[in-house]
């Protein structure tokens, strides 16, 4: 399976910007689709942005959407998540995660994550 770590979590006030990245080694990277998830505390891990191994099919939650921009460098093994006009209710632990083959929205689908890293967002 492939190794995943996260960066750039952190505090922003409302309103602000936060880009996290997601370092990936130990297998062919274009063999996985990339994915963004989050989990707030007391709530289930939900499902933030997808991107194709390719970056031909990208897919964003209704919250996300507008706000987030997933994006993928294949030859540096990283996959980004750009995060514009945060809320508090952005709040969570988030994570970065790969699955072979195609996107998909659901955690359980996904078979390799990385450890997280924090976004809190003050109003």
């Known amino acids: 399976q492939v190794q995943l770590v996260e960066s750039g979590g952190g505090l922003v006030q409302a309103g602000g910007s936060l880009r996290l990245s997601c370092a990936a080694s130990g297998r062919t990277f274009t063999a996985y689709a990339m994915g963004w998830f989050r989990q707030a505390p007391g709530k289930e891990r939900e499902f933030v942005a997808t991107?194709?191994?390719?970056?031909?099919?990208?897919s964003y939650s209704d919250s996300a959407k507008g706000r987030f921009t997933i994006s993928r460098d294949n030859a540096k093994n990283t996959v980004a998540l750009q995060m514009n006009s945060l809320k508090p209710e952005d709040t969570a632990v988030y994570y970065c995660a790969a699955r072979q083959g195609s996107t998909r929205k659901f955690p359980s689908d996904f078979g390799s994550w990385g450890q997280g890293t924090q976004v809190t967002v003050s109003s």
């Open positions: 991107i194709s191994q390719y970056g031909s099919t990208i």
